[in-house]
């Protein structure tokens, strides 16, 4: 199963996220759950560095697939929108599919 944990300011916002984890459903190369969600990550962290000024940091461990990404400071509205967007294809996905493959979670940091 992919862990997408989204960390939240206290007014809910979100400030950064973790995934990781692998759906496994299906074989490796055919697992449309994991495809989904990695165009979704990886889009919106090179959506937030081309389009807006926000300072971020990220790091990708290649081998288990688990990624991080954090505001480094106060986020822009345009990047608060990105990260909500990854955030509605991903609560998509979970619905479509089931917490068997992808569980989302909420944490305020």
């Not at 919106?44 to 790091?59: K, L, W």
């Not at 609560?91 to 992808?102: A, P, S, V």
């Amino acid at each position: 199963m992919i862990r997408v944990t989204i960390m939240q300011d206290s007014l809910g916002e979100p400030v950064g996220f973790v995934t990781e984890g692998h759906a496994e459903y299906a074989e490796a190369g055919r697992d449309i759950i994991c495809a989904a969600v990695s165009v979704l990550v990886l889009n919106a962290v090179n959506s937030v560095e081309q389009f807006t000024e926000d300072g971020f940091q990220a790091e990708q461990e290649q081998e288990s697939g688990k990624i991080r990404f954090h505001f480094t400071e106060e986020p822009s509205v345009s990047g608060r929108l990105l990260i909500r967007s990854m955030i509605l294809g991903l609560e998509q996905i979970q619905e479509e599919y089931g917490t068997d493959y992808l569980r989302l979670q909420f944490e305020e940091v």
